[in-house]
């Protein structure tokens, strides 16, 4: 299987650019597969158009449960995780 491996050096704060980059992959045929040590982006050919949109989400918070089902309801899925 093809792959495409990108730097994803984006910190936390800057969630817009790390979006931008990802929506610009997927625009060129290609969907994030795993981010590796929050630092580098495999991505694979998409078999189907994708769009990202990127959230932040503290897991400490006390409705987290239910902010992760309402997402879950509107059809997001989550691709990756990374840590601050």
Excluded: H
Excluded at 27 to 46: D, I, Q, S, T, Y
Excluded at 51 to 75: I, V
């Amino acid at each position: 299987m093809k792959r495409k491996w990108t730097l994803f050096a984006y910190p936390v704060m800057d969630i817009k650019a790390a979006e931008a980059m990802l929506n610009r992959r997927a625009e060129e045929g290609w969907r994030l597969e795993k981010l590796w040590l929050n630092l580098l982006a495999r991505f694979v050919p998409a078999e189907k158009p994708v769009t990202y949109s990127l959230d932040w989400y503290d897991p400490a918070r006390e409705d987290g449960p239910d902010y992760l089902r309402l997402l879950a309801d509107a059809g997001w899925y989550q691709a990756a995780q990374t840590g601050y």
